[in-house]
């Protein structure tokens, strides 16, 4: 960052005039010596002609930056100083680069997490989860290198037990037992049995969001559709199990005041203002017989949308299949294909561990997918969200911190809950409410644009977030550094706002 002109003027003008009065040297060497700001000395010791042959010398502290500047040495972060001068800023916690400490961890650590081992790498940032086969330590923060006799463990559905080895290695229990997901058992490591799956969590809201765009069938260029998703500005919707209409979506500044807050809502105490307009436009339609589209039935098959020409779609048919479709060359193939048959309706991809996950409609159940054994293995049930069924279901992965959270929501419910693995199971994080002025049903959400979440109900598309659930949406804004619960401290003057460092250093 380079200072104000003024500013380097200013100490020109001073070093110019010092200068001056160090070349003149006085007959008994009281010349002024010189300094960083420029001049030669005058005659410190006194040579025979006043000349200052003898005095001071050329300034040795030249301007090293300008004020305001930084940059890295190591992990410190330097600054210039008003003199022009490197000093210490401060030691970064994790990484130093470009001139700002940043990254959420230590290169080179690694942490138990969602079963695995997350390594942190060079830039200070957490690494997808590898899977541990022996389970991970949480006091080492890696995986373990073997089993114990007598330990258990779950390979999908499959109960198994350790064989000590050496090598150590893990074999089916004898008689061999296999649980059943889509009756709600899931393998219990401690025990080695099958136990039935209970509702997890209350359905008593801790945070509220906000409904922002409505667009209608018929009175917008929405086409109508079940099952969303959506990708930067772009959003995708099944329609009739036939059609995938493509929209792009976008914020205007309907407010006038040179901002776009997609946030803003009369009731959001964090960003209280009118509502931001929002602008649907059509893009185009792909179908099922032309263009190759594996969708599957209307209201039963969720989207995800990994890049903007690249979907993966619950279908064709109705069991539990994933295919993968590529916009360009209009080709599909099956990415996910279990053993055996499964019926859901909604899904979601975990970026932190790269696991698939799903639900059906007829119990409010979360459900993951273990490739090694083709199996959906049941995670969690939740508790009745004052719906008729399960009807949504979105993985996210919050910028700020890199924790993952499932979020679950009913089909007539104004309810999103907060679902979050940790070492000793999964946790209701939250559960937040809003206020639904069209009383649309939930036919499948999606997270994407504007950092909100996008519902399809057959006649509406709208879009709602804001409020508590936010915070696990939002990365911070450009040139924020990250703070709070992903251990990053703030440089001075700072303050840690809503996990991101806010003021002026």
């Known amino acids: ?16 005039v010092v200068g001056v009065f160090g070349a003149c040297g006085g007959d008994d060497g009281g010349g002024v010596a010189g300094n960083q700001f420029g001049g030669s000395g005058g005659k410190l010791d006194g040579g025979p002609d006043g000349s200052g042959a003898n005095g001071g010398t050329a300034g ?117 037992v296999t ?60 329609r009739g199990g036939t059609y995938l209409d493509v929209y792009k979506v976008t914020l205007l500044d309907s407010d006038n005041d040179g901002k776009l807050e997609p946030d803003q809502h009369p009731d959001n105490p964090n960003a209280t203002g009118p509502i931001e307009e929002r602008k649907l436009e059509f893009i185009k339609t792909l179908t099922k017989a032309s263009d ?5 039935s209307a209201s039963h098959a969720e989207i995800f949308a990994a890049s903007e020409d690249k979907l993966y779609m619950l279908g064709p048919s109705h069991d539990g299949v994933i295919s993968e479709y590529l916009m360009g060359p209009a080709t599909s193939s099956v990415m996910v294909q279990p053993s055996s048959a499964i ?7 975990g970026d932190a561990n790269g696991v698939w996950y799903g639900g059906g409609e007829s119990a409010r159940r979360v459900y993951s997918y273990h490739e090694p054994t ?31 959270y499932v979020y679950v929501s009913d089909m007539t419910s104004d309810f999103i809950a907060q679902y979050h693995q940790e070492e000793t199971g999964w946790v209701q994080a939250n559960l937040y409410q809003y206020n639904d002025g069209t009383g649309s049903p939930v036919e499948g959400f999606g ?59």
């Open 374 to 404: 083709k199996s959906w293995v049941a995670e969690f049930d939740y508790p009745n969200l004052a719906g008729s069924h399960m009807d949504g279901m979105e993985v996210v992965v919050a910028p700020k911190t890199g924790e993952q």
């Open 292 to 296: 190759n589209v594996p969708l599957g």
């Open 179 to 238: 649980c059943n997901a889509s009756a709600g058992q899931k393998c219990d490591e401690q025990t080695g049995t099958c136990k039935s799956l209970t509702p997890i969590g209350t359905d008593t809201p801790t945070g509220n969001y906000y409904q922002y765009a409505v667009f209608e069938k018929d009175q917008t260029p929405f086409l109508g559709g079940y099952d969303v998703d959506s990708i930067g500005d772009m959003i995708y919707v099944n």
């Open 60 to 176: 040795t502290a030249p301007i090293e930056c300008a004020y305001g500047d930084t940059k890295c040495e190591g992990n410190t972060l330097k600054a210039c100083s008003l003199d022009g001068t490197w000093i210490d800023s401060q030691n970064c916690p994790f990484v130093c680069s470009n001139g700002a400490c940043g990254g959420t961890c230590a290169p080179g650590t690694t942490k138990c997490k969602l079963g695995g081992e997350q390594t942190c790498d060079a830039t200070g940032e957490w690494q997808k989860v590898s899977p541990c086969e022996f389970g991970c330590d949480s006091a080492t923060g890696a995986c373990r290198t073997g089993c114990n006799a007598g330990d258990f463990h779950c390979n999908g559905n499959e109960v198994q037990q350790c064989d000590a080895g050496p090598p150590s290695k893990w074999v089916p229990v004898s008689p061999a």
């Open 343 to 349: 019926t859901l309706s909604v899904m979601g991809f």
């Open 1 to 16: 960052m380079k200072s104000p002109i003024r500013t380097l003027v200013h100490w020109s003008v001073v070093g110019a």
């Open 447 to 505: 997270f994407g644009a504007l950092n909100h979440f996008w519902a399809t109900s057959g006649s509406y598309l709208y879009e709602v977030g804001g409020g508590e659930i936010q915070e696990f949406l939002e990365p911070c804004p450009a040139g924020k550094q990250v703070c709070g619960e992903a251990g990053q401290t703030c440089p001075s003057g700072q303050v840690c706002l809503n996990g991101c460092c806010e003021g002026i250093r």
